[in-house]
């Protein structure tokens, strides 16, 4: 069983920066594609970007592609979401999850966790 934390969010001003973590349990995580997400109140959740397993090919969302960047901690057992020049529409709760196909957005397993909130103000 693997399960994915996500970690690193919190308050900051417009044009700041935050790195998101989400770390894992469970060896499947490294031969895994693993993809964040983010779902703001009343909005859809939202693809923001994923990477695969062992060559680390990486794929954006159009939402946050120069804003963000994703990436493998293999020492550490997790995959970063770099965040920079966030802007108050960034607000939203970022989640981390497993995926079949980093280019398909609903491939993501439907076991989705507490996720992290990124809040971002005037």
């Known amino acids: 069983q693997v399960q994915l934390v996500e970690s690193g969010g919190g308050l900051v001003q417009a044009g700041g920066s935050l790195r998101l973590s989400c770390t894992a349990s469970?060896?499947?995580?490294?031969?895994?594609?693993v993809g964040w997400f983010r779902q703001a109140p009343g909005k859809e959740r939202e693809f923001v970007a994923a990477?695969?397993?062992?060559?680390?090919?990486?794929f954006y969302g159009d939402s946050m592609r120069d804003r963000s960047i994703i990436s493998r901690d293999n020492d550490n057992n997790a995959v970063d979401l770099q965040l920079d020049r966030l802007e108050p529409e960034d607000t939203a709760i970022y989640y981390c999850?497993?995926?079949?196909?980093?280019?398909?957005?609903?491939?993501?397993?439907?076991?989705w966790g507490q996720g992290t909130q990124v809040t971002v103000s005037s």
């Open positions: 999850n497993r995926m079949t196909s980093i280019y398909v957005a609903s491939s993501a397993l439907d076991d």
């Open positions: 469970g060896r499947a995580f490294s031969t895994s594609s």
């Open positions: 990477i695969t397993a062992v060559k680390q090919k990486t």
